[in-house]
């Protein structure tokens, strides 16, 4: 079934650069569906921080400062995604999104016409789905949400019975899945105290819920004008985002698990606070990618690091059955139109928020 209009509206990134990289279209091509593929009337989109790395280039080995949103001076051909494949241009990113199936392919459930669904940000291969090596980000190896119109897989789309709207639902996918990835790897579980770095942003605050929802115990660190809004993510302890001697702050916890997604200069003195035999599980680097290990303190407190960027196919799942059963909430900070995607942006870099950032069509 298809009947879609022949061009929609977008917003496309046309190389690595600077926020003039976008360029606003009236009249891109409408995706048409393959054989297995559905059409979704995108109702919403967040914003995240691959979209900005990927546009900037950081994710490239060229690149060693922190995050900043803006462009570099060399950005390696070969590795500047998430995925660590080169991008092709023009690309439409946006991976968080949220809106109802218009269209399917020959092959595709025409039931799924008419629902509200959610996308999986990892599109996998079909063929052999565990392959890591085989899978792509949404908005990065292939066009995402940015637009009125998207395409995904049948099998990477899971439809959501929720009273949220659009663009709070459209605050859960690439933040909690990640998290919920994080977690898993650490093995998270009710006898762990978690400390949680960075949160107040989208991973931070869903690192909160769903650590707490393992029954561990979280430690929050934030600006202290973020304080409250961290507090409505229910940790039991919420610290400065940068206190003078950490390891001193926390004498009387017992640290097992770090999750980080924000590195930089603090990354010893966050590794300083695991017990013996604590883990660190690790899925960002914006406060910089660069940092220094005393092998030492690795080895003889028997300490277990873990990445973790592809997540398992249950992740997806699961965390759409939370979202159902309201054991997690969002945290949905602004919403733009697509074409401020700019703008909102600007908003997401400046880190003044709690939460996520939403742009809708």
């Keep these: 079934m298809n009947d879609l209009p022949p061009r929609m509206r977008a917003m496309v990134l046309m190389r690595h650069g600077d926020l003039d990289a976008y360029e606003w279209h009236e009249d891109w091509p409408t995706p048409q569906p393959g054989p297995m593929d559905v059409i979704i009337k995108v109702a919403a989109c967040g914003l995240n921080n691959t979209d900005v790395n990927t546009r900037s280039g950081w994710y490239s080995k060229a690149v060693s400062e922190a995050t900043t949103g803006g462009s570099y001076d060399t950005v390696g051909a070969d590795d500047p995604t998430w995925g660590g494949a080169p991008i092709t241009f023009p690309r439409i990113q946006g991976v968080d999104v949220v809106g109802h199936v218009v269209a399917v392919g020959a092959e595709a459930d025409a039931s799924l016409i008419g629902r509200r669904v959610l996308v999986d940000g990892w599109q996998r291969d079909w063929s052999d789905p565990d392959n890591k090596d085989k899978t792509g980000y949404f908005g990065s190896e292939c066009d995402g949400g940015y ?159 873990t990445g973790s960027t592809v997540i398992p196919q249950q992740v997806f799942h699961d965390l759409v059955g939370y979202i159902e059963r309201g054991e997690v909430k969002p945290m949905l900070a602004a919403t733009y139109k697509l074409e401020q995607l700019r703008e909102a942006q600007v908003a997401f870099i400046a880190k003044k928020h709690t939460g996520n950032i939403v742009v809708t069509p």
């Design 147 to 305: 637009a009125e119109y998207t395409r995904a897989d049948m099998r990477d789309v899971a439809p959501i019975s929720s009273d949220l709207s659009d663009a709070e639902l459209a605050t859960f996918q690439c933040s909690y899945s990640t998290a919920e990835g994080m977690l898993a790897r650490a093995n998270v579980g009710p006898d762990d105290t978690v400390l949680v770095p960075g949160a107040s942003g989208g991973v931070g605050g869903a690192l909160i819920q769903l650590a707490k929802r393992r029954g561990a115990r979280v430690i929050a660190m934030a600006s202290e004008a973020k304080h409250a809004d961290v507090a409505r993510m229910g940790p039991d302890r919420i610290l400065p985002r940068a206190p003078d001697d950490l390891h001193a702050t926390l004498k009387d916890e017992r640290i097992t698990v770090v999750a980080d997604v924000v590195g930089g200069d603090q990354w010893p003195a966050l590794i300083d606070t695991l017990e013996r035999g604590g883990r660190y599980t690790i899925s960002g680097a914006i406060a910089g990618p660069m940092v220094t290990l005393d092998l030492r303190t690795l080895y003889l407190r028997d300490l277990t690091f």
